[in-house]
């Protein structure tokens, strides 16, 4: 077997993903309660007591609510960055000692046959990073929260067999909704989160069109349709030369539902 790839659940109302190894299982954030996560992993008949680390990106509540109580009930170490852990520190609440991993961005290491590989991402908060998780010649790529990719992340992401990328809303239905105009502002920032057309731009900048996987991610409900987040995105990549349909996977994640299990 190769690895294994699911996301659980992707948007503001909880992001988790989970990866498979023949020696490790991990989940990348865990953002909904503890209870829908073991929900959602036994949906893929994976046991909540087989997970070997939690991966954080940043502290915000959709990616760690159920984090701590995942790590109490199955003795699961949780790995962050130091500017993480002391802005989580009180959401996640008691962990042992030895389940507490502080790891550098942009430093390597190792979770069994998995090399991970954790890079800054551009969001607003303490240190968020984005993860690339290498196995044999695989490489998985996850890049959720960030206002923008610049030439050094899409460097870094380059080569991935699976892309899981942030589309998170539609630029004109955002500026004419209902949000309030300091979150608009907030949400358009560099610091914010990514448009469907940026991470149009973005992805046709990495993809070679050798049958890659991506999967659109952390959709906004109130700014973004599925349909919208798909579409931008497929004609920006068409204008690279890219033919989705013939060249690439193009594939949406929920965040209601489990996408399927995708195994390379
Ligand atoms: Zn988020
Ligand atoms: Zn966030």
Not at 26 to 36: A, P, Q, V
Not at 164 to 179: A, F, I, P, Q, R
Not at 196 to 201: H, P
């Amino acid at each position: 077997m190769g690895i294994k790839f699911c996301s659980l659940s992707s948007g503001s109302s909880g992001n988790c993903q989970y990866i498979e190894t023949d020696r490790v299982k991990i989940l990348i954030d865990g953002g909904l309660s503890g209870k829908k996560i073991e929900r959602l992993l036994s949906s893929i008949d994976v046991c909540p007591t087989t997970i070997d680390s939690i991966l954080v990106t940043h502290e915000h509540i959709d990616h760690i609510r159920g984090v701590g109580v995942l790590s109490r009930r199955y003795d699961i170490p949780i790995y962050a960055n130091q500017s993480t852990w002391t802005r989580m520190e009180r959401a996640v609440g008691e962990i042992k000692a030895k389940n507490i991993k502080i790891i550098e961005s942009n430093e390597d290491f190792q979770l069994g046959d998995l090399d991970i590989h954790s890079f800054k991402v551009f969001h607003d908060a303490a240190e968020p990073v984005g993860y690339c998780i290498y196995h044999k010649n695989i490489k998985i790529s996850i890049i959720t929260d960030t206002g923008w990719v610049n030439d050094n992340m899409k460097s870094i992401i380059k080569g991935s067999s699976l892309y899981l990328m942030e589309s998170n809303h539609d630029v004109k239905m955002l500026k004419e909704g209902n949000y309030p105009w300091y979150l608009k502002k907030r949400i358009l920032s560099t610091k914010g989160h990514l448009s469907n057309f940026d991470a149009g731009k973005t992805l046709s900048e990495v993809l070679t069109g050798n049958g890659e996987i991506v999967l659109l991610a952390h959709l906004s409900k109130e700014n973004n349709r599925p349909s919208i987040a798909h579409e931008t995105v497929r004609e920006c990549m068409e204008d690279y030369g890219i033919n989705v349909h013939r060249d690439i996977a193009l594939d949406l994640t929920y965040r209601d539902r489990p996408t399927r299990v995708y195994t390379l």
